[in-house]
């Protein structure tokens, strides 16, 4: 399934990769002296790209509890600020294991617990030794004040040295914008809506892809995005998260500006946002990408569990079996997903090229068999078990159902550690 409009999919096709370059897709492929693997059995697609993911909160998983004083903000908001550097790279070190697990070659890391240039250094150190291809966001910390902005120096300080954290090209960084103040708090601080717009002025100047967390719930107080729009804050380099709460008009406006979206229908229906509007964006006109978000509230990264969730809501919502199908929702886990982060030129699809980033996903298990339509077992039979091989950049990341960069047992013994020691610091 090369997910290329132009190729579609090839049935007995085969996948040449060199230096980490796919080199020819389709059938009687030739390739002298190559190393084959045997695909039989599998369908082979574009590794999942996740658009919008707080990576280093996975050692918190499933925290968020059933009290207000135990909830996604508050568990995040206490521990993240006992966290020391090492704890960020052993909570984002599990979640990049748990996503190659899953078939994800592409994570959206948005690091919003940047306490110290130091916290941030190893939460890239994570990324890098993991092997991922990745759009890191710096972000703000947990509990900053709202009337606090990032550190854009150090931000400045990363881009002048990026080199040094880009793993050869596989890491690209990203800014998490903390938005514009609106309504009475826009009224009271003017030098607050100087110094967002300073900051995204800033990020545009240096090329700097952004992300927001923008009009999230869906009860949120109308305008919001109107606002994005009137001060021109909106344009292809800024990807909104969640954003339930556009209106028909305000998509109209995203839309002709070229800001995507992400939509993260697990962590969204959890937290009591709201349903997805992600046919609703897509109607008008909007690319959108999908993400886990947080596995505190969602529990686990299964990507493909995502998607099928993403379906089944969307249908529910229109009374329509077909509102969403399985082929359009697997589109938006791979191929928009790259167009959500600027990435389309180099993966999302199989095509000639393009960097190697795919995965292989067995059919001959008890939950995969009898082989029927490829888009539909991949979206509503798919669990991580069924993820034989994982390859990024034309690296073997996971083989024959197992991890080869890392092991499992090291890196959940990691988190556990920092869990307890965070844990104590809490208390």
Request: glycine content about 12%; proline content about 4%; some cysteine.
């Amino acid at each position: 399934m090369t997910m290329d409009g132009g190729a579609g999919d090839v049935t007995g096709g085969s996948v040449h990769v060199r230096n980490g370059v796919i080199e020819a897709v389709g059938k009687n492929v030739t390739a002298r002296g190559a190393a084959e693997i045997d695909g039989r059995r599998t369908i082979v697609l574009p590794g999942l790209v996740d658009t919008h993911w707080h990576m280093w909160t996975t050692y918190l998983r499933s925290m968020a509890g059933d009290k207000p004083e135990d909830g996604y903000f508050p568990i995040t908001t206490r521990y993240g600020q006992a966290m020391e550097p090492i704890d960020m790279y052993r909570g984002t070190k599990l979640a990049a294991a748990e996503a190659i697990n899953s078939g994800i070659t592409t994570v959206g890391d948005n690091c919003h617990n940047v306490r110290s240039h130091d916290h941030a250094v190893e939460d890239l150190r994570a990324i890098q030794e993991s092997g991922l291809r990745c759009r890191w966001s710096y972000g703000p910390y947990r509990g900053m004040p709202a009337d606090r902005r990032i550190d854009f120096a150090d931000l400045e300080g990363f881009h002048r040295a990026w080199d040094k954290y880009s793993n050869e090209g596989l890491i690209s960084l990203g800014f998490m914008w903390g938005g514009i103040p609106l309504g009475a708090d826009a009224v009271k601080s003017p030098e607050s809506m100087k110094a967002a717009r300073k900051e995204i002025e800033a990020a545009r100047r240096l090329g700097i892809p952004m992300c927001t967390h923008w009009a999230s719930r869906e009860n949120t107080p109308a305008g919001q995005v109107e606002a994005l729009a009137q001060g021109k804050f909106l344009g292809k380099d800024l990807l909104l998260i969640h954003m339930l709460a556009a209106s028909p008009t305000e998509m109209k406006m995203v839309a002709a500006a070229g800001s995507p979206i992400s939509v993260s229908p697990g962590s969204e229906l959890r937290i009591g946002y709201g349903s997805t509007k992600a046919v609703d964006f897509m109607q008008a006109g909007i690319t959108v990408g999908v993400s886990v978000d947080s596995v505190p509230l969602t529990g686990n990264a299964n990507f493909f569990g995502i998607l099928k969730l993403l379906r089944n809501a969307e249908n529910a919502k229109g009374f329509d079996e077909f509102r969403l199908t399985a082929r359009r929702a697997l589109e938006m886990g791979t191929i928009d997903g790259a167009r959500a982060l600027g990435l389309d030129g180099q993966i999302g699809s199989l095509t000639p090229g393009k960097r190697a980033d795919l995965i292989m996903v067995r059919t001959d298990s008890l939950t995969m068999g009898v082989f029927t339509d490829p888009a539909h077992m991949l979206v509503e039979a798919t669990e991580e078990a069924d993820v034989d091989t994982v390859v990024v950049d034309g690296r073997i990341l996971k083989r024959r159902g197992r991890l080869t960069a890392m092991v499992p047992e090291h890196v959940i013994g990691d988190a556990a550690a920092t869990l307890e020691a965070v844990g104590k610091r809490v208390r």
